[in-house]
């Protein structure tokens, strides 16, 4: 460079302001300046420009400053460089105030580039872009990308837009370090470069760079990310990783403290507002993060230094905080940030008027209380597809975070099996077992299996490739598991003793069985899924679409789902189970309109006339026959067709209990030798089975066939009048019996059926 003015980054104590700083003073020192940089105390200094400094800066002979992530709200103190002899360029991207520095400023806003979120590393690295064009040297743009990248992600920047580029971008120059000093980050933090992804800038590296400054002094960071010295590095990059682990520490203690805090503020509040003596003040953002997070409100934690506190904010979705302390403006000394979190700075004698105040601006805006933020569901799947391609699918997604979170996938009635406790108790890793299938998962933040063994719960989830020891695996992250809605079942209403004797008299005459398929008005579409019943169901209402769940049995799946739902969603329309159905199905399902509604083949097969068309069927358990399998069918436009293999275990259970009358005949049979002859309620009571257990009509018509051709009962009387009793006490063949040589037949075509 031709002009040899001395120059000074002025730059911020966290990642951002660091990666920022090493940014310019690299490349102007590579272009031939003659620079240093300077980043302010964040205890002793704080945020930003501020006068003492500038004076010093002044003194030493600069005679240009630039500054980085910060200096856009700092009009007076830009006046008092210029006063003070120094040409000075802002570059920053926080939010600026009425009064714009009298300067040139960079700053994605003010500027009119057309994305705004960019990091305050970003920006400076548009500066630098540019001194590279005008100087025709000093090398690539990619060059900046790992500290652009570390930035973007550390500063919770949103990586939407052109944020997403550069983070990506960033990820591949990462991987492949040429900076010396992010070679010693990577290896001191024990990160493998090929493996990393957002994540682990977010919650490895940043956290090493932000503790320094938390803790100590920024400037090490800078040196570290501008070192040529492989030792050197190697030595900055362990004193990192000591001021995190001490930061830690220190963030515990304080956020113990300012948890007890909680229990003297009004219980009605919407917003936190904590104090402390002593609370280091470089730990006390995180904690507001924290509180902010675990109570459901915006959280502010203050560190008392005699007659002044000072202090950090941080919201909650939808909650404006910066607009919210601007409405207490007057309260403060100094403050700035953005609607997610800012720092302020307050006499102590005030703290107490401003929590009113901010807790009536916030009430204004969310009505009060805590607010829940919804957990958004991006897809339902099984078991089976917590594997390494689905992993590969969404990792090309990435890279997530801010404004791009990763998806969030629902596992539906799932169980926790064999956990294991991992990192110091703090954490767990289990087998998750849905649909027949295991996959590997680990829940961080919670070492203890909750309910049971065996409970079932809907497993919320992250699914991503877990690099370790240079093997690569699908990992399913948990995010929450949900027991399963509903203790008891609700009520369902049993079919009365007029209609229920209507159809055993229309059974046992032979009348009312299995009807021919009804031919689809259109030839329904087929698709074949790879997850688990419940998985399937979940995805498809979630459209929006009408469904029907055709099941083996569905009065024992409505019990085995509690009786309130599939997943998490409950049938709005009829459950119409074999036994338990009052009146015909025919009407009910035919006003049903887009809903969820629940009924087996069985039932299916006697409802004739059944005309009502759904935009989804699903075969939550596989059918036993080919009749069953069409006839379900005719009720879609596209059907859904489940991996299951517990659903097949139960298909095979229910097609023995319909067609093997042995245990039935056996329970009926001895109550009828120990209590002699039954008619009316009391027949039709043991006819019907318990209520976990229900008989339809018509399977307990066949039951009373197969006792009258096997000579082991009589029936006498037509009507509401009518007796069954015992006949032969001795031994019985019921090979006699028409009826139950046909049962028997029908059982091994259907087992056979589902064994294809």
């Known amino acids: 460079m031709r002009d040899s003015t001395p120059?000074?980054?002025?730059?911020?104590?966290?990642?951002?302001?660091?990666?920022?700083?090493a940014i310019l003073v690299g490349l102007l020192r590579q272009l031939g300046g003659v620079c240093d940089w300077f980043i302010p105390d964040r205890i002793t200094e704080g945020y930003g420009l501020n006068a003492e400094a500038l004076e010093a800066i002044a003194a030493r002979g600069t005679g240009l400053v630039i500054t980085v992530d910060c200096g856009v709200s700092s009009p007076a103190e830009a006046d008092l460089a210029k006063a003070l002899g120094m040409r000075i360029v802002i570059t920053d991207h926080h939010q600026f105030g009425e009064v714009i520095p009298d300067c040139p400023v960079l700053h994605p806003v003010l500027s009119g580039y057309p994305f705004e979120w960019l990091s305050g590393a970003g920006v400076a690295s548009k500066l630098a872009s540019e001194l590279r064009r005008l100087s025709g040297d000093g090398g690539s743009d990619e060059e900046d990308l790992d500290l652009v990248a570390l930035s973007t992600v550390a500063d919770?920047?949103?990586?939407?837009?052109?944020?997403?580029?550069l983070v990506r971008e960033g990820l591949n120059v990462i991987r492949r370090p040429r900076r010396i000093g992010m070679r010693a980050l990577l290896e001191e933090a024990r990160v493998e470069p090929a493996t990393v992804d957002a994540t682990y800038l977010g919650f490895r590296l940043g956290p090493r760079i932000n503790a320094v400054g938390r803790m100590y002094r920024a400037d090490a960071g800078v040196e570290l990310f501008l070192s040529e010295d492989p030792e050197r590095a190697r030595e900055i990059a362990e004193e990192l990783s000591a001021a995190n682990s001490e930061r830690r520490r220190v963030q515990q203690e304080v956020e113990a403290e300012a948890r007890r805090s909680l229990a003297e503020l009004d219980p009605d509040r919407s917003a936190i507002v904590v104090a402390g003596e002593g609370w280091?003040?470089?730990v006390v953002g995180i904690v507001a993060s924290h509180l902010a997070r675990d109570e459901g409100m915006p959280a502010v934690v203050l560190s008392l230094e005699g007659e002044i506190a000072k202090g950090s904010a941080r919201s909650v979705p939808g909650v404006d905080l910066h607009a919210a302390i601007s409405g207490n403006a007057e309260l403060l000394e100094t403050f700035g940030g953005h609607s997610a979190a800012a720092g302020l700075t307050i006499a102590a004698d005030r703290i107490e008027e401003f929590r009113l105040g901010l807790d009536r601006s916030i009430r204004s805006v969310t009505g009060g209380g805590r607010q829940e933020a919804g957990q958004a569901i991006d897809a339902f799947i099984g078991g089976e597809e917590i594997g390494a391609a689905l992993a590969t699918q969404v990792s090309e997604l990435g890279p997530y975070g801010s404004g791009n979170p990763a998806l969030s996938l629902?596992?539906?009635?799932?169980t926790i099996e064999d956990p294991v406790e991992m990192g110091e108790g703090r954490h767990m890793r289990f087998s998750l077992t849905s649909g027949g299938h295991r996959a590997r998962a680990v829940w961080?933040?919670?070492?203890?299996?909750?309910?049971?063994?065996?409970?079932?719960?809907?497993?919320?989830?992250?699914?991503?490739?877990?690099?370790?020891?240079?093997s690569v695996e699908p990992r399913f992250r948990v995010i929450e598991a949900r027991p399963r809605p509903g203790d008891e079942p609700?009520?369902?209403?049993?079919?009365?003793?007029e209609e229920w004797w209507r159809r055993f008299d229309r059974a046992i005459e032979g009348e009312g069985g299995n009807g021919p398929a009804s031919a689809p008005s259109t030839r329904p579409r087929t698709i074949e899924h790879r997850s688990s019943s419940e998985a399937v169901v979940a995805e498809v209402v979630s459209s929006g679409e009408g469904v029907l769940v055709?099941?083996?049995?569905?009065y024992r799946r409505w019990l085995g789902l509690g009786g309130h739902a599939i997943g998490r969603f409950a049938p709005d329309g009829p459950v119409i189970p074999t036994a338990a159905w009052s009146g015909s199905p025919i009407a009910e399902l035919s006003r049903i309109g887009p809903t969820l509604s629940l009924i087996d083949y069985e039932t299916l097969g006697r409802a004739e006339g059944l005309e009502a068309e759904f935009e989804n069927v699903v075969l939550f358990d596989p059918p036993a026959s080919e009749e069953d399998r069409a006839r379900a069918m005719a009720f879609g436009h596209l059907v859904h067709l489940p991996y299951d293999l517990p659903a097949r275990s139960f298909a095979l259970a229910a097609a023995a209990e319909r067609h093997d009358p042995v245990p039935a005949l056996r329970e009926i049979f001895r109550v009828l030798v120990e209590r002699g002859p039954l008619g009316g309620e009391a027949l039709r009571e043991l006819l019907a089975g318990s209520v976990e257990a229900p008989r339809s009509p018509e399977r307990a018509a066949m039951l009373v066939r197969v006792m009258e051709e096997a000579g082991i009962g009589l029936r006498e009387g037509t009507g509401p009048v009518r007796e069954l009793g015992a006949v032969s006490s001795g031994e019985v063949d019921l090979a006699l019996s028409e009826e139950f040589r046909r049962q028997g037949e029908i059982h091994r075509e259907q087992i056979e059926f589902l064994r294809r």
């Open 550 to 554: 055709v099941t083996a049995e569905a």
């Open 280 to 282: 280091h003040s470089g």
């Open 156 to 165: 919770v920047m949103p990586l939407t837009g052109e944020n997403r580029r």
């Open 410 to 414: 629902m596992v539906p009635s799932a």
């Open 490 to 497: 609700e009520p369902l209403e049993a079919t009365g003793s």
């Open 7 to 21: 120059i000074t980054i002025y730059g911020d104590y966290d990642a951002d302001g660091v990666a920022a700083t």
């Open 444 to 470: 961080f933040g919670n070492a203890k299996a909750p309910g049971e063994a065996g409970d079932s719960f809907d497993i919320l989830g992250e699914l991503s490739l877990n690099h370790w020891n240079g």
